[in-house]
């Protein structure tokens, strides 16, 4: 039966997004080599092994995908801190309390985000570092995720004592200069894992609202860090094929995985490739690359041939969650 009309559009958009992963897959790894603010269209499209002409139908121009790839970062981030605190207050806390207080919330939210730039160092300069560089857009991106720090922080003027709250604009200071610590770290490429910084970050961050007491305590806990799980670029399964998984090649895997030891023509008219010519080129080159085989007789004895996928074959479209 020929690939549905869904079955199609589907495979295609996934193409068209794997493309488009590959790209700010490697604004990111061209950021932890050095930065991007002089990165050219060329040199993030020959890193992501994507054409110019499908980067310019995914992205405007190179601000336009730097000013993607920094959201895209600031989202990864948001999320890995909102849902470490929320694991955190619906595990409870030890000891019987049933849920974690503001200084748990707050370290658990830092120790996450400085856990998290340990690990993509390529993301934690373009948070950073890169990011804020990429014009009024990611600027007001910025602006927007400093604010709700700031509102996260300002709950602790509820922890102070009546009468010894910090002034308003305390918690807004507070994350600049938590924000400005990190800043230089990474400007100077400090060997040492960001996340030895929390109880000295923490011990900053409550002591206007808690006092010197509660500072020292936080300064002297045990730091501990959990490996954080967050939504990566996938690695790409197509990087080191001879050839280019374009939109009708998808299609012709997509319809091949659909009804395997379909002939030449049965694959043709389920592609909607009506040159024969053309059908005859792709498929050799799909089975010369080792993503298709031939399981018929074949035509030198007078028989059509039978397509099905190899092993490899099978891998890209699992990779791509068609099969």
């Given at each position: 039966m020929?690939?549905?009309?869904?079955?199609?559009?589907?495979?295609?958009?996934?193409?068209i997004?794997?493309?488009?992963?590959?790209?700010?897959?490697?604004?990111?790894?061209?950021?932890?080599e050095g930065?991007?603010?002089?990165?050219?269209?060329?040199?993030?499209?020959?890193?992501?092994?994507?054409?110019?002409?499908?980067f310019?139908?995914?992205?405007?121009?190179?601000?336009?995908?730097?000013?993607?790839?920094?959201?895209?970062?600031?989202?990864?981030?948001?999320?890995a801190?909102?849902?470490?605190v929320?694991?955190?207050?619906?595990?409870?806390?030890?000891?019987?309390?049933?849920?974690?207080?503001?200084?748990?919330s707050?370290?658990?939210?830092?120790?996450?985000?400085?856990?998290?730039?340990?690990?993509?160092?390529?993301?934690?300069?373009?948070?950073?570092?890169d990011?804020?560089?990429f014009?009024?857009?990611?600027?007001?991106?910025r602006?927007r995720?400093?604010?709700?720090?700031?509102?996260?922080i300002?709950?602790?003027?509820?922890?102070?004592?009546?009468?010894?709250?910090?002034?308003?604009?305390?918690a807004?200071?507070t994350?600049?200069?938590v924000?400005?610590?990190?800043?230089?770290r990474?400007?100077?490429n400090?060997?040492?894992?960001?996340?030895?910084?929390?109880?000295?970050?923490?011990?900053?961050?409550?002591?206007?609202?808690l006092?010197?007491?509660?500072?020292?305590r936080?300064?002297?806990?045990?730091?501990?860090?959990?490996?954080?799980?967050?939504?990566?670029?996938p690695?790409?399964?197509?990087?080191?094929?001879?050839?280019?998984?374009?939109?009708r090649?998808?299609?012709v895997?997509?319809?091949?995985?659909?009804?395997?030891?379909?002939?030449?023509?049965?694959?043709?008219?389920a592609?909607?490739?009506?040159?024969?010519?053309?059908?005859?080129?792709?498929l050799?080159?799909?089975?010369?690359?080792?993503?298709?085989?031939?399981?018929?007789?074949?035509p030198?004895?007078?028989?059509a041939?039978?397509?099905s996928?190899?092993?490899?074959?099978?891998?890209?479209?699992?990779?791509?969650g068609?099969?």
């Amino acid at each position: 039966m020929p690939a549905t009309q869904n079955g199609v559009s589907r495979q295609g958009a996934h193409v068209i997004e794997m493309q488009r992963r590959r790209l700010l897959g490697a604004v990111v790894e061209l950021a932890c080599e050095g930065g991007v603010q002089a990165v050219s269209v060329a040199t993030i499209c020959a890193r992501a092994g994507v054409s110019r002409r499908t980067f310019y139908d995914l992205f405007a121009d190179r601000d336009d995908c730097l000013q993607v790839a920094f959201q895209d970062a600031v989202d990864t981030a948001r999320n890995a801190v909102v849902q470490a605190v929320r694991d955190q207050y619906d595990q409870g806390m030890p000891g019987g309390q049933k849920a974690p207080g503001w200084t748990d919330s707050v370290r658990t939210g830092l120790s996450t985000l400085l856990s998290l730039l340990d690990q993509e160092p390529g993301m934690a300069r373009l948070l950073i570092l890169d990011g804020p560089g990429f014009g009024p857009k990611a600027l007001e991106v910025r602006g927007r995720v400093l604010a709700e720090a700031a509102l996260a922080i300002d709950r602790g003027r509820a922890e102070a004592k009546a009468g010894r709250e910090p002034p308003p604009l305390t918690a807004e200071g507070t994350v600049g200069a938590v924000l400005s610590v990190i800043h230089t770290r990474l400007l100077q490429n400090d060997p040492h894992p960001l996340t030895q910084l929390t109880g000295s970050l923490m011990a900053l961050i409550v002591h206007p609202y808690l006092g010197a007491a509660a500072a020292r305590r936080e300064l002297d806990r045990d730091v501990h860090v959990e490996p954080i799980r967050v939504r990566k670029l996938p690695a790409d399964p197509f990087k080191d094929l001879p050839i280019r998984l374009t939109y009708r090649t998808a299609l012709v895997l997509s319809s091949i995985a659909q009804s395997p030891g379909s002939s030449s023509r049965q694959v043709a008219d389920a592609s909607g490739i009506t040159d024969p010519g053309q059908i005859s080129r792709l498929l050799t080159r799909l089975r010369t690359t080792g993503l298709i085989q031939d399981d018929g007789i074949g035509p030198t004895k007078g028989m059509a041939r039978a397509w099905s996928l190899t092993e490899r074959g099978e891998g890209v479209l699992q990779a791509t969650g068609q099969v």
